[in-house]
């Protein structure tokens, strides 16, 4: 499957204050009528954003998976059959048929941007 990295950010969509996501975990947003996962690893200061909906079997679910790293490679767990994917790129590390759509994600003034192509 076809990496799918945004390169050109068109509009930057306020998602939600800092405070509302939790630290070190995930949640869901709506944006454009699209779920997007938004993961916050505290500790080191970073944001991720994907697609919310798992290209496995389409459970709406990537915001509640288990979040970890490998070797400073930060990745979510699908909740339902545990594949796992790379937040930096959305490769699935556990599938190469499956893909997660990745979005940049800035912070200003204590929210939480998403950048939409
Ligand atoms: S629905 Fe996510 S791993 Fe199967």
């Known amino acids: 499957m076809e990496?799918?990295?945004?390169?050109?950010?068109?509009?930057?969509?306020?998602?939600?204050?800092?405070?509302?996501?939790?630290?070190?975990?995930?949640?869901?947003?709506?944006?454009?009528?699209?779920?997007?996962?938004v993961f916050n690893f505290t500790n080191e200061g970073r944001w991720y954003a994907t697609q919310n909906r798992c290209p496995h079997k389409g459970e709406m679910a990537i915001?509640?998976?288990?979040?970890?790293?490998?070797?400073?490679?930060?990745?979510?767990?699908c909740p339902f059959h545990k594949k796992t994917f790379s937040l930096e790129d959305g490769k699935c590390l556990t599938d190469e048929g499956y893909q997660?759509?990745?979005?940049?994600?800035?912070?200003?003034?204590?929210?939480v941007y998403v950048g939409i192509e």
């Open 3 to 37: 990496t799918q990295v945004i390169t050109t950010v068109k509009e930057w969509v306020k998602a939600a204050a800092v405070e509302d996501f939790p630290q070190n975990g995930g949640a869901a947003v709506l944006i454009n009528g699209e779920q997007i996962a």
């Open 63 to 77: 915001s509640r998976g288990l979040t970890g790293d490998s070797d400073g490679l930060h990745k979510v767990a």
């Open 100 to 111: 997660l759509k990745t979005y940049p994600v800035k912070i200003e003034d204590g929210f």
